[in-house]
C-alpha cells in the first residue's frame, strides 16, 4: 500500500509569482487537507477535499486555492505569493470525510520558499 | 472559535521518567481530540485519540483523557523511552470533520 506522496520536495519561487502543489492520497482514500506550517510552529488547517468538493477551509484568503481530482490526487495553488508564505506544505489523506473520526495520514510535505 | 494551547517545550527527560505534556482547547460543540506525533526525519502521525467527553485515547504507553469540565487533554506515559524521543502536537477536529486545529507542537528530548 502506497502512502501519501507529495511533490516537489522543495521549491523556490519569488514573491509575486504563482505555485503548485501536488499530492497523491493512500488507496481507498477519498478526503484530502492541506496545511501550512512555519518554522517552529504548528500546522495551520487551509482546506480540505471530499469527493472533489472543497469541504472546509480554515482562515486563508482566496489565492489559496485547491482542486482534487477523480482519483482524489489534488492540487494547491497559490497565486501572488508572499515571502510570508514561505512554509512546509503538508497533505494528509483520510478514508471519509469526517476527520473528527478517522486518522489522517501525512505525507512528507513540500517546503517552498518565497524570495 | 477553536483553539488548542499546549505547553511550551522543549521538555527534556531522563529515561523512565513521567511525561505530561499539557493541552487545553476551546471548541464549541463536539470536538474530536488527537495527539499527533513527528519523530526525527520523519512525517506526522496519529498517537492517539478521543472523540466524546471522558474518553481515554491510549497508544504505546501514552494515554491521555477527554476532559470536558476542564477542557484538556492532557498526555502522559509512566515511563519514557531515549525512542520516545520526538515533537508532539495536540489537534481537535471541530464537530463535522469539516475543520483541524493544531497547536504549537511540544519537543522532547529523552536523555539515557
Known amino acids: 500500500e502506497t502512502g501519501v506522496t507529495q511533490s516537489p520536495t522543495h521549491l523556490i519561487k519569488t514573491r509575486g509569482q504563482q505555485v503548485t502543489l501536488r499530492c497523491s492520497s493512500q488507496?481507498?482514500?477519498?478526503?484530502v487537507s492541506w496545511y501550512q506550517q512555519a518554522l517552529g510552529q504548528g500546522p495551520q488547517f487551509i482546506f480540505q477535499y471530499y469527493r472533489e468538493e472543497e469541504n472546509g477551509r480554515g482562515n486563508f484568503p482566496p489565492r489559496f486555492s485547491g482542486l482534487q481530482f477523480p482519483n482524489y490526487s489534488s492540487e494547491l495553488n497559490v497565486n501572488a505569493l508572499e515571502l510570508d508564505d514561505s512554509a512546509l506544505y503538508l497533505c494528509?489523506?483520510?478514508?471519509?470525510?469526517?476527520?473528527?473520526?478517522?486518522?489522517?495520514?501525512f505525507g512528507p510535505g513540500t517546503r517552498l520558499t518565497v524570495l | 472559535g477553536n483553539s488548542v494551547t499546549q505547553m511550551e517545550g522543549p521538555v527534556t527527560l531522563s529515561e523512565e521518567a513521567f511525561l505530561t505534556i499539557n493541552c487545553t482547547y476551546t471548541a464549541t460543540g463536539y470536538p474530536s481530540l488527537f495527539w499527533y506525533v513527528q519523530y526525527p526525519g520523519e512525517g506526522l502521525q496519529l498517537l492517539l485519540k478521543?472523540?466524546?467527553?471522558?474518553d481515554k485515547g491510549s497508544n504505546k504507553g501514552f494515554e491521555a483523557t477527554y476532559r470536558k469540565e476542564t477542557t484538556s487533554f492532557h498526555l502522559e506515559k509512566g515511563s519514557v523511552q531515549v525512542s520516545d524521543s520526538a515533537v508532539y502536537f495536540c489537534?481537535?477536529?471541530?464537530?463535522?470533520?469539516?475543520?483541524?486545529?493544531f497547536g504549537t507542537g511540544t519537543s522532547l528530548t529523552v536523555i539515557p
Open positions: 478521543a472523540t466524546k467527553a471522558d
Open positions: 489537534a481537535l477536529s471541530d464537530t463535522g470533520g469539516n475543520q483541524f486545529y
Open positions: 494528509a489523506s483520510s478514508p471519509s470525510g469526517a476527520v473528527n473520526y478517522n486518522e489522517q495520514f
Open positions: 488507496s481507498g482514500h477519498n478526503t
